[in-house]
């Protein structure tokens, strides 16, 4: 690509923000001009990309014209309110929110699982919830070799998921519980303590009973996979890690799926890396993935309970390939698509 | 009962040995003799129950005799070695390891489900692991509504599960990054490090492809609830919490359950409490749990991926109720059965 592409980040100085800007380095994306925006708190706060230093402001809407694509992860509000001016300015929004992924006329995109869909985006484009990514990009493969007929996926996510200001209040109750101190149990971003805890509520509750972080594992997984009547059921958990979100995950396919050819098939799947090997101790978890763009796989095996189950464990960093890598490999996609 | 009991308590001084003594001075259980073993490390340590000083020596098999009950929870090793001599000397042994738990002629119990089990006792009884005992307190008075056919449970439990030494490794952890510092990963307990990480792995690895942790909830939970066939599928995993257990299950029975049947019988069992209120931010959670007795549910719900399933969360203190009150409970109970 010898064209360069005018980028806009909103939400650029919150967790997954900066990572946006750390992706792109790396990927060496040919960024021509970049604008960055987060709310006043942030304005004129400096953010380095290639070894310059680009200022912070805060979004007008006339700054949206002329640029190519904008990347958005602050609230469902902010995205709500930017995405569709994103457009009309003719630029392609890539939302990280929750906003519009549920739209028939707003692409769901994993682009290791269904990057047609971006063909028919109208200006905006929708990246799935951190815990979604990595169960559809193990289950997708796995399904195109048996249909899957049922999901049940249990999470354990880390704190990350929950932003910037969730990291500073394990990082706070961690130094407390270090020094022998009681923790602060009057949290500012959970509703009870975190550090050596476990909240079974992410996302508002619903009154199903499943909270909408589960829902989402759902609705979304089926958009994604093009399967509106998949059975889905999660529980979503976090956990005290500072980052990359984990998942237990039971499959059940149509016919009998052999372990063996499981991990072949995940072996062989780009994005994925399989790590399993119990025996020498060697399986995803955080400290695997926290920092890199990899899904990883393990503890692949029958499952005991069903004839034509697989079950597995599958390890990615959400702010990565849970959030910007998804975004900026969108980006990518788009360009070799011709749609930009 | 104004009969006092002579109690042995092999392991003293662990983390589950400590709680034999905190549980029976709480219950004001009648111990006349208190005889306390642990390795030569220990001996020669005091610990106090009923505001007296108890020395803690190394077993020796002449001082088995004239005991009621002796409490072990030491390793299988030690559990296979003393067990049996336990009950050569007329006493009866109530063993928190996997040692004997999958003999015919032991009864596995938890009293609340199956107390009946232990008058087929021959002066061994088992406790189950600290993970089953939860789910099954749950799953029993449901099951007993309309019969289980299937159970999925992905379990986060905690460190103390692996013993006190376990403990002090998460505080090393925690401590050095309360400070900033890196990590140590060249630990002693865990195979990697614990803090802000999950460990997909807990006790021995088996050809399966299930972990013997794993295994444990299939057959201990088959064996407790008297259902041999039992299809059941478990995934557990080392979560940085340094005390209770949680689990996420799945039940299908074989017809519908209504939700609000569920949860009324689940609030009408023994043991059990029912906190289930996810708009108002109320539901189990490990700081919940730790230092009680109960069995925690919440999260009750329907599967959604199934139209016979119940989904639920369940929370409680290992080092109790899954290890040192259940084995206080069924000594009070063999005593109340006269069974000694």
Redesign the interface.
């Known amino acids: 690509m010898s064209r360069k592409y005018g980028i806009g980040v909103v939400g650029a100085t919150g967790a997954v923000g900066r990572e946006f800007l750390s992706v792109m380095e790396e990927r060496g994306f040919p960024v021509g001009e970049l604008r960055l925006w987060a709310s006043s708190r942030s304005k004129g706060r400096q953010l380095e990309f290639n070894d310059e230093k680009h200022s912070v402001d805060v979004l007008s809407e006339d700054a949206l014209s002329g640029l190519d694509f904008v990347l958005i992860s602050a609230s469902g509000a902010i995205s709500r309110e930017v995405a569709p001016k994103v457009a009309s300015a003719g630029a392609i929004a890539i939302d990280d929110s929750s906003a519009f992924r549920y739209d028939d006329d707003v692409p769901l995109v994993v682009p290791e699982v269904n990057a047609e869909d971006l063909a028919s985006h109208e200006g905006i484009v929708a990246i799935p919830n951190c815990s979604t990514t990595p169960i559809v990009q193990a289950l997708a493969p796995l399904h195109d070799e048996i249909p899957l007929c049922?999901?049940?996926a249990?999470t354990?996510q880390s704190v990350s998921g929950a932003g910037g200001l969730a990291m500073d209040e394990l990082g706070i109750q961690?130094?407390?519980?270090?020094?022998g101190e009681s923790v602060p149990v009057n949290t500012d971003v959970f509703?009870?303590?975190i550090a050596?805890?476990?909240?079974?509520?992410i996302d508002d509750?619903r009154d199903?009973?499943?909270?909408k972080e589960e829902w989402k594992v759902?609705a979304e997984t089926r958009k994604i996979m093009h399967l509106p009547d998949l059975?889905?059921?999660a529980?979503c958990?976090r956990?005290?890690?500072?980052?990359a979100h984990?998942a237990?995950v039971?499959a059940e396919f149509e016919t009998p799926f052999s372990?063996e050819r499981a991990r072949s098939i995940l072996e062989g799947t780009a994005g994925v890396c399989v790590v399993d090997d119990?025996?020498g101790?060697q399986?995803?978890?955080?400290?695997t993935a926290a920092g890199n763009d990899t899904t990883w796989v393990?503890?692949?095996?029958?499952?005991?309970?069903?004839p034509n189950?697989i079950?597995f464990?599958v390890?990615s960093d959400n702010l990565r390939k849970g959030a910007a890598t998804n975004s900026i490999q969108i980006v990518e996609s788009m360009i070799d698509q011709g749609l930009r």
């Open positions: 049922r999901l049940i249990d354990y961690t130094q407390a519980m270090g020094r509703p009870h303590q050596s805890n476990l909240i079974p509520s509750p199903d009973g499943y909270s759902s059975a889905v059921s529980t958990v956990v005290p890690v500072f980052r984990a237990a039971h372990v119990l025996a101790e399986y995803p978890m955080p400290s393990g503890r692949i095996r029958a499952d005991m309970s069903h189950g079950v464990w390890v």
